[in-house]
């Protein structure tokens, strides 16, 4: 098989692989760019002490060792979260607006049973035979109409638009700290399955908006049940008191219908949110993969597991919507049976003591009756606030997550030495797997360190803990003899700059993308440039109609690797770090624009503390030091000539490197 090798798109080499290096050409130089330069004096290795490039990368992996992250979600105690620990949330202006909103909503209280007896009195007023007396009834109660028409009409526009103020400030306040205490977690939080990017995602979109709707007019309906059940039962025990009871005795009755279809709606709306997070989140995945999914052909096996995730909850809502209409047809039924009941005994008690007035019996009856026909219309916002029930159950622990907690320092850094002291540690998800085993050794200030291993070695772990994103599980991480755990976490990573393999980038300008790495109001588009010089992309970046507003594209699509990497690079120098960490930031690049980006990276280290992470030895070779992890412990450690010398497993995996080519 040939090799076409191609720069600007032509093809200016092909061959094979033994050809194309004698011509010395463009391919030579890729070559000899990932080649070590060896000193000429180094002792061969003895026949048959060289290892394969299978036994060399070769790991015993165990089933156990690689868990599915997307486990099924634990089962936790749903916290308590009660309507004063919303109402906390909100700023001052908008709790003054959310009081005003329930004001208006107990004021509306008063109007059922005023209608009642408004229209107990219209209804008198027709069978009077007196036709004066008709007359002057129906003026009057047509006048008491115009007054409780306007007073609804002034009373009504202002508590709707107060509440849907306050619960639309409610749900931005929800989302808001939702977010920060997210932002504010650690490595632990994150890892957990049921905290996966695609389940919060969900929980912001559709949990927040559940309970602004519960919190707006269906609150404003619960206001006006509870008062016009305790101003109609006053009204109705004053003007007579037996019928009154009786409808006090069978108004819970009718209610009943409310408190089972609760229940029952609190059990499907509980699976429906758990299906919807979960279909969320294969829906964010794979939209967020979708070249992959494109790639692999994966769009009808996704699509048909998306739409097996909507059917359930499909037939769970249909269940739901079965059992309210019986519950509803149930109420119905009961609706009638109490007017009738009610009826029964009115006509009786007038028969029985001819004392009793039959006006303040009608009136009585009327007034209680539109209270139960509002505390019906109350229940019929039953199935709103069951979801904002269950949408609190599932943001409540989101909502009561501490951030972590800043420590005081108690004595100036120098940011010299870098210890790490027989540290071991364990990812949260996979607690009974060592990633490194009592490890030791310690960085000077200012001093180039390269790190390598294979992959699971441990590598990347230790960027983690130096970040503070973990914490160790047994020994300690310290800077100047002091333990980060005591150092201010915000001032601790202001201090350390990475740049990783994926460098990621937002869709923003070239200029806010390299700002990141410091406060923005801070930012001068002359230390950007200045940066971007030594990271060696102010020249692309000129090219640009736009320049530096020269939007990325999602993910820094409209970038090559190189280019990305440049501009992470950028984005770490800017902030001018104590600490800098380059963490596979080559290893995706090919050889020729490996080697100009490493050109940076060496001048951007300069001055400073760095970490560097890699398997392409070649840029590592330069540093003072290298550590080499196996299997999460530190093997070996010295410069590039001594380990190579040692004949251990830096040197295997170098003649590796050389060898692959």
Not at 295 to 317: A, H, I, W
Not at 618 to 634: P, Q, T, W
């Amino acid at each position: 098989m040939g090799i076409s090798f191609g720069k600007n798109i032509d093809a200016i080499e092909a061959g094979t692989h033994q050809s194309l290096l004698a011509e010395k050409g463009h391919y030579y130089d890729l070559v000899n760019a990932q080649l070590f330069n060896r000193p000429k004096k180094e002792a061969s290795p003895k026949a048959g002490t060289f290892p394969t490039k299978d036994q060399i990368y070769s790991t015993q992996v165990s089933v156990e060792n690689v868990k599915m992250r997307r486990a099924s979600i634990k089962e936790t105690e749903k916290p308590t979260f009660f309507f004063w620990d919303l109402y906390n949330l909100l700023d001052r202006k908008t709790k003054g607006i959310f009081i005003l909103a329930i004001f208006f909503g107990l004021t509306e209280g008063i109007v059922p049973p005023i209608y009642g007896l408004i229209f107990a009195q219209q209804e008198m007023g027709l069978v009077d035979l007196d036709p004066e007396r008709m007359r002057a009834k129906g003026h009057a109660a047509a006048w008491n109409w115009i007054y409780l028409c306007c007073f609804e009409g002034f009373r009504i526009v202002p508590m709707a638009i107060c509440f849907s103020i306050a619960s639309c400030r409610l749900a931005e306040k929800i989302r808001a700290k939702i977010f920060e205490n997210v932002l504010n977690q650690n490595g632990k939080f994150h890892d957990a399955a049921e905290n996966s990017s695609g389940k919060l995602t969900a929980l912001l979109a559709s949990d927040a908006v559940a309970v602004r709707l519960a919190f707006g007019e269906p609150l404003g309906e619960l206001c006006k049940g509870s008062v016009a059940a305790i101003l109609g039962l006053f009204i109705g025990f004053y003007l007579n008191w037996p019928t009154t009871l009786l409808m006090l005795i069978i108004v819970p009755m009718a209610s009943f219908h409310g408190i089972t279809l609760r229940k029952l709606l609190l059990t499907y709306h509980r699976e429906e949110s758990s299906m919807n997070v979960n279909s969320s989140e294969l829906l964010s995945e794979a939209l967020a993969n979708i070249k992959t999914v494109q790639c692999l052909n994966l769009q009808k096996p996704l699509l048909e597991t998306y739409c097996e995730k909507l059917e359930k909850r499909v037939q769970t809502g249909q269940k739901r919507a079965k059992i309210r209409a019986f519950i509803n047809a149930v109420n119905a039924m009961m609706n009638a049976w109490i007017n009738s009941l009610k009826q029964g005994f009115a006509s009786w008690l007038s028969a029985w003591d001819s004392t009793f007035d039959p006006i303040s019996v009608m009136r009585t009856q009327f007034s209680l009756t539109n209270v139960v026909v509002d505390l019906k219309s109350a229940t019929g916002y039953i199935d709103t606030h069951s979801k904002a029930q269950v949408s609190l159950e599932n943001i409540g622990r989101l909502l009561e997550l501490k951030p972590e907690i800043d420590n005081e320092l108690d004595q100036n850094l120098n940011w010299g030495k870098i210890e790490f002291k027989n540290v071991s540690f364990t990812y949260p998800e996979q607690p009974e797997e060592l990633v490194l085993k009592n490890v030791s050794f310690t960085i000077e200030s200012g001093e180039k360190i390269g790190v390598v291993g294979r992959s699971g070695s441990g590598k990347s772990t230790i960027v983690a803990l130096l970040q503070r994103i973990y914490s160790t599980k047994n020994g300690s991480v310290l800077i100047d003899g002091t333990k980060i755990s005591k150092v201010p976490l915000h001032y601790l990573r202001s201090q350390i700059a990475v740049v990783s393999q994926e460098p990621t980038l937002f869709d923003d300008t070239i200029f806010n993308n390299i700002g990141y790495g410091l406060n923005l109001e801070l930012l001068s588009m002359k230390s950007v440039i200045e940066v971007a010089k030594v990271a060696g992309i102010h020249e692309f970046i000129t090219t640009l109609p736009d320049g530096y507003e020269t939007k990325v594209g999602a993910l820094g699509s409209q970038l090559s690797g190189g280019q990305k990497q440049r501009i992470a690079i950028a984005r770490a120098l800017v902030r001018k770090p104590k600490i800098l960490i380059f963490d596979e930031a080559t290893s995706a690049l090919d050889s020729e624009t490996e080697k100009s980006v490493q050109a940076s990276i060496d001048l951007a280290a300069h001055g400073t503390t760095c970490i560097t992470i890699a398997h392409r030895l070649a840029s590592i070779k330069n540093c003072d030091r290298i550590l080499v992890f196996e299997k999460g412990k530190l093997v070996e450690e010295g410069n590039h000539d001594t380990l190579l010398n040692t004949q251990g497993i830096y040197a295997r995996l170098a003649t590796l490197n050389d060898h692959n080519l």
